[in-house]
Every structure is written in structure tokens, then in C-alpha cells.
């Protein structure tokens, strides 16, 4: 069931979803008349005494809501370096703009999160569940390849300047093509004409989409 609904139902909803789920009570606030009257008549709360509950669908909805949240923040804290304090203000506005339909995209591209910057879970969506069927993540740390692995750097996850500043350096930046030449003792790699070898440490802060069999083979 699709729901369209205005971003103050969905603040609501992430409200009761807080409250309920993470036993947050200051999330808690009760909702304006046209608000309840909405979420009332899509089902997605109920009346619970003075107060309201979620329904299952309002949970399912909610949850989603969340997701989206959440995943915005670790976007905004990881790949922009906006500072956690900072990230939940800004995902609250990001997420209603943004993330409708595209939050799998951006969960794979940061490696499918568990936790927002603040420490909370984050919901598992449908690509993290097809991600533990598969060994072979689309997007996953340097770190973590094999040697003869190709692929495009995504993002780099360090919020050092001087580090991401010496891998920019090297030719490690977002949108590089590489392969992995060696993985011990030193990742051993080459970005487009030259090789290089970097410490374990700094393979880890860098993230990378595979390039698939049937990618590479292509011309």
C-alpha cells in the first residue's frame, strides 16, 4: 500500500516509532488535528486512551521513515562530513527530499550501515537482506578486496584531512578506476597507468564498487 503522506505525518510517525520500538519517551509529541486526522484516516495509527499507537501498517510505514532518516545522517556524516550534531537537523529536511525510492541506492553505496551516527539502528531494507544472500557486496572497503579485484572508488570514509588529502594525491579519489595487484603486507593497486602500495590502514577508508565479471569483460 502506498501512502502519500506530508512530512509532518512522517515526523510523527518516526516519532510514535521512536516511543515505541527504542523507548524514547521525550520523542513523544502530540500531533496537531489535521495531522492525526490524516494518519487516522490512512490507518496508520490508532486511538490508544488520551494518547495514539501505531498500527502494523503505521509501523511498517514508520520504519521506513526512519530508515530514511538514519541514512540520510550517515550520507551527510560519512561522505559530506557534516558533524553528527548537525547531520540529524539536516537528514530531517534531506530525507523528504531526496530519499524517496532511492534509499537502497544510497544504503549500497555506503556499504549497508546497522547504526546512524548517533549509535541507532538502522532498519534493514531489502538490499541488506540480499546482501547477506550474496559474498560479493557491490560496495565494500579496499581493505576487503582480493588481489585481481577491480573497481571505481564510491567514496573515502576517513574525516582526516591530511589522509584524504594524501590519497587524493596518489589518484585515489571518488570515480578512479583501480585494481588490486596484492593484499600482503601492503595493498598493492593500480590507478589507471600507475601502481602504488598503500598501508592496510588506509585500504580501510576507502570505499569501493566492485566491477563485476560481466563488467570487466565488457570491451
Not at 487516522?40 to 530514511?68: H, I, N, P
Not at 539502528?121 to 557491490?138: D, L
Amino acid at each position: 500500500m502506498t501512502h502519500n503522506l506530508s512530512p509532518d505525518c512522517e515526523h510523527y510517525l518516526k516519532q510514535l516509532y521512536l516511543c515505541e520500538r527504542e523507548a524514547d519517551e521525550t520523542a513523544l509529541r502530540k500531533p496537531g488535528d489535521r495531522v492525526a486526522g490524516d494518519l487516522l484516516r490512512e490507518r496508520l495509527v490508532e486511538v490508544a486512551g488520551s494518547d495514539y499507537r501505531l498500527t502494523k501498517e503505521g509501523m511498517r510505514q514508520a520504519e521506513k521513515v526512519v530508515r530514511r532518516h538514519r541514512l540520510a545522517e550517515r550520507l551527510l556524516h560519512d561522505v559530506v562530513d557534516v558533524k553528527a550534531q548537525l547531520a540529524d537537523r539536516a537528514a530531517c529536511e534531506f530525507e523528504h527530499s531526496l530519499f524517496r525510492g532511492l534509499e537502497e541506492q544510497v544504503c549500497t553505496l555506503l556499504a549497508h550501515p546497522t547504526t546512524c551516527p548517533h549509535g541507532r539502528p538502522i532498519p534493514p531494507g531489502r538490499c541488506c537482506k540480499e546482501r547477506k544472500r550474496s559474498s560479493s557486496p557491490a560496495i565494500l572497503p579496499l581493505s576487503e578486496m582480493k588481489a585481481g579485484d577491480g573497481g571505481s572508488v564510491a567514496y573515502l570514509a576517513s574525516k582526516q584531512a591530511d589522509i584524504v588529502q594524501k590519497l587524493m594525491v596518489m589518484g585515489v579519489l571518488p570515480g578512479a578506476t583501480l585494481r588490486v595487484i596484492q593484499t600482503y603486507p601492503c595493498v598493492a593497486l593500480q590507478v589507471g597507468q600507475t601502481q602504488m602500495a598503500i598501508d592496510p590502514a588506509l585500504a580501510r577508508e576507502v570505499y569501493v564498487r566492485r566491477i563485476s565479471d560481466e563488467d570487466s569483460g565488457r570491451g
